[in-house]
């Protein structure tokens, strides 16, 4: 963040404002989504473990030490290295998929700089201010950047463009962040355009045994 201007400083923190706050979002604990229809994963904030069920398969990984367990078809793989190629899988899912959903919250993150870049508007035509982030040393691929617009009526992220690598003259998409709704005590959108995060909800306990067992814990919707 030590590079990042005051401006874009000051966005990011109306951004997540809108949003329900920085005390909200750290009294978030159990999130779970529907990552555009491919998995479902259950996210255990305070504990940083996640469950992803894909297809016939549950992956539990907590995050800290990269351990977990991995079922096919409900039954638990034993194969060391099988089980932790699919626990790596599954971090990268997660980081994948939990940008999609939190970014807004994401902003000010150790290794991410923020600049405000320029007033633009929308695909929508919705007037905004632009962002411009940039990585050094965090997740899978630093050398990614975006542009995200935030609203000057709702100080809402309305829009983000994302850069394979920062020097790319051209963003690889475009897309909307539209109807944000409340889970909780946090507003989080799931509208991409022709993208969907769905089934996205915000729990008060986490299931019983949703790390340990591949029991389904939710019904997809239809």
Known sequence: MEDSNPIAIMLADQAMNAMGGREAWDNTRFVSWNFFGRRHLFWDKAENKVRIDRDDMVMSLDMDDMTGQVWRAGEA???????????????????????????????????????YVRDDTTKA??????????????????????????????????????????????????????NYQQHGEILLSGDRGERKITDIKVWDKAPKNVFTSPEPIYKASS
Do not use: H
């Open 77 to 115: 793989l034993q194969n060391a290295d099988t089980v932790n190629k699919y626990l790596k899988s599954a971090l990268d899912m997660w980081i994948n998929d939990s940008y999609w959903l939190f970014m807004p919250f994401k902003l000010k993150d150790s290794g991410v700089t923020i600049n």
């Open 125 to 178: 035509g919705e007037p905004a201010s632009v962002l411009w982030l940039t990585f050094e040393e965090v997740g899978n691929t630093p050398q990614n950047a975006y542009e995200v617009w935030v609203s000057d009526e709702t100080r809402l992220i309305r829009q983000w463009a994302y850069f394979r690598n920062a020097e790319d003259k051209e963003p690889a998409f475009v897309l909307p962040w539209d």
